[in-house]
């Protein structure tokens, strides 16, 4: 069967990234502790990680100084970027110091540039993509984006607490209309007001998603739907380069994973996980999007047999 | 075949436990947030979940006030209890208090009382024992037990930051001599003075023990050995009542299972750690011991299936 596209709406961007102890840099050579101009956004990483499995379809938008380079090399992973907006001024920056345990981070500045007035607009040779990614912008954006599609099959939605604390509502119409959403751990609290993860994502499955996938760092990932509960632990590794985009690639791969295979069921999910595991793994091992961004599906399936192995019980 | 008796050398206690919000007691009933002289003690909880597996010997010190009725439930339960030295004083306790988030506590106070002299005399009927299991007492004392069993097959031991900073000569030496070093991840971090995990585990190895457990809390623990690593992922739980014991439950069910079978290869620890997660989850469903001290073999296999279901990805 073949593999069905994926619409991945989300940011695309630079990232000025600073770290507690020198890193490799992406070409494997020197090492240091500070990276600027990395490449980076939801949905640069989502689209990497994803065109492992299918073929992507990307709706973001980037100044005058995004490297034309980058989009020529997603294309030549089998990501249409015709969805990419190119307008006058500067791409969206973040700028991020990681703290000595390479978990938690000081965001120092987020320059939204031209993607202050992002509104997303769908090509229309994009409009009949069944398997959706909305990558983490506000949630009346997410909605805009549903709006402009025709047949969803699968919506993945991303958030983070700024949107959970100052759009409730518009986020409350969105979970009514998505079938996965995907947060972490502390995300999933504060949106369902619950300390507790399984009453939390109980919770938030009643608020309109068939499932949610909360996600808890190098401990890996829980997924809740009406059939039960999937842990998807994490690979352990030896070393943790750059945790930026592991979350989006985890998306991507999830999502890519499912349409590749085109099957929702729960049996499915519980593999799709697996994959996303797989593809964060990648992302963390090199600076910026340099760990997913050439991975074949061969090496995907790598990584998958390595996971599946790390917690697999005999009888 | 028939299941080996474990030796278990550890504190027994009593327990004074406040909690952040009203939990259900033991019984069922009424709902406190503060419980006083509750039972506890690293021995008293191992002792519980291993006999769920096979016989086990106890050793260990109490006061003239600890209750009789214990000691008789634990006989009642295929514990021997011929180890358990009174003496005349107070039983050592424990006070403590949990944050919020049931995961962080404060000890309030730690009185000695009649354990602050205690000097583990290993019955003869006791030096058989082929299964040990040192619970969390000053690396000398662990070793004057080995240094008392004739043909140790499987040694386990805990320990605690508190031993890591102020005995490291006499825990290297301890180190030298055991199978499994059971402890959480900080302290794996602060013993091996690394603080990504898996290197940290490597670094442990190369001290002495043929593998170790990193326990994480809520998500599981680690099993690291020369085979590899297995992720033991816990069962996520609606309630925790009270996480007094759960490590003690753990490596109680851990071995408790290595006992029953008789295997200590690499696959059958896989299993043992699952039953020592199943061991743990019944641990905190309720204040003090009571979540595993009347817990079937059958109860135990059930939960067992549980957890594996939580992880199982099919083909």
Known sequence: MKALPILIVGSMAFDDLEFPRP???????????????????????????????????????????????????????????????????????????YHADMVGRDSLATELNVFADFRPKIPESYRDSRYILLGNIHPALQLEVLDQVREPELVVADSMNFWIEREREALGRLLKRIDVLVINDEEARLLAGEHNVSLAAAEILRMGPKSVVVKRGEYGALYYDAEGV??????????????????????????????????????????????????????????????????????????????????????
């Open 230 to 315: 999937f842990a998807a632990p994490a690979l352990p590794l030896h070393e943790v380069v750059d945790p930026t985009g592991a979350g989006d690639s985890f998306a991507g791969g999830m999502l890519g994973y499912v349409a590749e295979r085109r099957r929702t069921d729960h049996a499915a999910m519980r593999r799709a996980l697996v994959n996303a595991t797989a593809a964060a793994s990648y992302c963390v091992e090199a600076v910026g999007t340099r760990g997913v961004q050439d991975r074949s599906r061969h090496e995907l399936a790598e990584r998958v047999g390595r996971i599946l192995a790390l917690y697999r019980v005999d009888p």
């Open 23 to 97: 890193v490799r840099d992406a070409a494997g050579g020197c090492v240091h502790s500070r990276f600027e101009d990395v490449i980076g956004g939801s949905a640069t990483y989502a689209a990497y990680a994803a065109s492992c499995y299918a073929p992507v379809r990307v709706v973001a938008v980037v100044g005058d100084d995004f490297p034309e380079a980058t989009l020529e090399h997603m294309r030549s992973r089998r990501v249409d970027t015709q969805g990419v907006e190119r307008v006058s001024g500067k791409t969206f920056r973040w700028v991020g110091r």
